[in-house]
């Protein structure tokens, strides 16, 4: 068993998954501590409900333990751990769908996004805000993949590129599309 | 109508990925295109909305527990294969050795041979639609316990 100050020392996510492949769960930990709240924010930004994209990224980290061993190493973690995240959200949206459709009320949807402004601006912003929260939510997958990598997770271009594994020329043409059609709902939410 | 390039150059005009090449280009088109002025204008607005927002934390507390959570699962994973595969072993052979001798007994009346089975297959029906509703139920109240 390798020790936490061993562990600690490997810096790259493959070591770490290297490790969880021989059954070491202190990297196990260590992979975890250091990715859960990543996890959870692409989860939620996928599902908008905080207690499953909660179960999603916990999903996925047990994923990542069961399959450690058949990951290549020479690949980028987060790349393979993101696709874990989003095919556990498709297909927890698509059981969502056919299975309860209240659960995609707006007041529930309503609760994972809040506003940095002040009291007073928030006010002013509210409407605006609730447009947005309602526009997203009907957005395709791919549409509000796009939109929460780079407006929620602020990521550079490069880095969404990396991570959906698509050209950077992709990236730029799928934001306009997708800011098009989320443009175009809020706008349909007017009044 | 727009050129295709134009429209990709304006995503990243707004987020400031441009190089300076490719912004000079953008800049130049953007000074006799009406339509992309309006574009970007529309697209800025939706920047300076999400700008203003974030996705909310879950509670501290979700946070603190979240590793230990996680490590319960991988513990109950292995309990419950081992258990799901040997509760099926016996299950299946204790079902195959009663309906053997149900059926293989001439005494055995006619509405125990249909009605046993049936009762069999309702009463597993009945259970795993239960133990679904309460692996349901439990991931919505996972918030009860942490205070708000």
């Known amino acids: ?191 | 109508m727009m050129d295709e390039q134009y429209r990709e150059l304006l995503a990243g005009y707004v987020d400031g990925e441009l190089t300076d090449l490719e912004k000079l280009d953008f800049e130049r088109e953007l000074s006799h295109s009406a339509e992309l002025r309006a574009e970007l204008q529309e697209f800025m607005q939706l920047k300076e909305v999400t700008n203003t927002m974030r996705y909310a934390d879950i509670p501290d507390a979700v946070w603190d527990s979240y590793w230990e959570s996680l490590y319960k699962k991988t513990e109950r994973g292995l309990g419950w294969i081992f258990f799901s595969v040997g509760a099926i072993l016996v299950l299946a052979f204790g079902l195959y050795q009663a309906f053997h001798q149900l059926f293989t007994d001439p005494n055995a009346p006619l509405w125990l041979k249909i009605g046993l089975p049936m009762a069999t297959l309702g009463l597993g029906i009945l259970l795993v639609s239960y133990v679904r509703e309460r692996i349901f139920a439990w991931r919505r109240e996972r918030y009860s316990e942490v205070e708000k």
Not at chain 1, 74 to 85: C, G, N, S, V
Not at chain 1, 86 to 112: C, G, K, P, Q
């Open chain 1, 1 to 191: 068993m390798t020790s936490k100050k061993e562990v600690e020392s490997m810096n790259s996510d493959s070591a770490l998954v290297m490790s969880i492949g021989t059954g070491d769960k202190t990297a196990f930990r260590v992979l975890v501590e250091r990715h859960k709240k990543t996890a959870y924010g692409m989860a939620l930004g996928l599902v908008g409900n905080r207690d499953d994209a909660f179960d999603i990224s916990q999903e996925a980290f047990l994923r990542v333990y069961r399959s450690a061993k058949s990951f290549d190493h020479k690949q980028p973690f987060l790349p393979w751990f993101y696709t874990i995240i989003a095919n556990l959200s498709r297909t927890w949206l698509r059981r969502r769908s056919s299975r309860d459709h209240r659960m995609v009320d707006l007041d529930e949807a309503a609760s994972f996004l809040v506003s940095d402004d002040n009291p007073e601006e928030a006010v002013i912003h509210d409407q605006q805000v609730t447009r947005l929260r309602q526009a997203l939510l009907q957005l395709s997958f791919a549409d509000r993949e796009i939109i929460v990598l780079q407006h929620f997770r602020n990521l550079p271009y490069d880095e969404i590129a990396k991570l959906l594994e698509i050209p950077r020329g992709t990236v730029m043409s799928r934001l306009y599309y997708a800011r098009k059609r989320l443009a175009k709902l809020m706008g349909s939410h007017d009044g």
